[in-house]
């Protein structure tokens, strides 16, 4: 079954620990993206890859890493989390970059910092 | 400064009528308008798209409208049914390749009544 897969589903944890949200397709897409969703804003982009080794950032990237070591997965870090980073976090991929491709979305991890 | 707007959080429609959610965008370099569907607890799904040298798209019993002197696109959903009821997001990318991804709306909570 084609998807993407996150995990945790769910997290609390404090504030300064570092932790990293996995995200993994199997879809062969060289395309992938993070993106946050708060109340009364939608979603957000926090970073993007186009493929391997290549990442860049989308309109909210201040605390947050990525990294594309391979094609299928392209995990969230965040080194020092704080209290504005709860939020509800998607990841998604697309065959490719180009505008006209619709993104496939992963269920969503709920963090929250204490 | 938000480029894609929805400016109902809200829609009420009985089972059977038409559902019409609304869309408007401020940046003209958007070439590609895609409408996601979201549950609780998944991520949001592909429900249809738009390109701008078109001004109508149909899927079954969704449509979607683009006015782009307006810069205004709507989605039709006839009939509606109780399945239907889910929060909507409107989405649109830029031309020439779109590869800082889809810029979202706040999203509008359609709910079907009986």
């Known amino acids: 079954e084609a998807q993407v897969t996150q995990n945790p589903r769910y997290l609390i944890t404090v504030t300064g620990k570092k932790l990293t949200v996995t995200c993994s397709q199997n879809m062969n897409h060289e395309y992938m993206s993070w993106y946050r969703q708060d109340p009364g804003l939608g979603l957000r982009q926090i970073y993007y890859s186009m493929n391997v080794e290549v990442t860049d950032k989308g309109d909210v990237p201040e605390g947050y890493k990525v990294s594309r070591k391979e094609k299928r997965n392209f995990p969230l870090i965040l080194e020092s989390p704080s209290p504005n980073q709860t939020s509800l976090y998607f990841c998604?991929?697309?065959?490719?970059?180009?505008?006209?491709?619709?993104?496939?979305f992963g269920d969503g991890t709920r963090l929250s910092i204490l | 400064d938000q480029q894609v707007k929805q400016n109902s959080p809200s829609l009420s429609v009985q089972e059977g009528r038409i559902s019409i959610l609304n869309c408007d965008y401020t940046?003209?370099?958007?070439?590609?308008f895609l409408w996601y569907k979201k549950y609780p607890a998944e991520g949001p799904t592909f429900l249809i798209s738009i390109s701008s040298i078109k001004d109508k798209n149909e899927d079954g019993r969704f449509t979607v409208f683009l006015n782009k002197s307006a810069k205004h696109l709507s989605l039709h959903i006839v009939p509606s049914q109780p399945g239907d009821s889910a929060v909507y997001f409107c989405a649109a990318s830029r031309a020439g390749g779109g590869a800082d991804g889809l810029t979202f709306g706040k999203g509008t909570h359609l709910i079907i009544q009986p």
């Open positions: 998604a991929s697309s065959f490719h970059g180009r505008s006209n491709q619709p993104q496939h």
């Open positions: 940046n003209s370099m958007f070439d590609y």
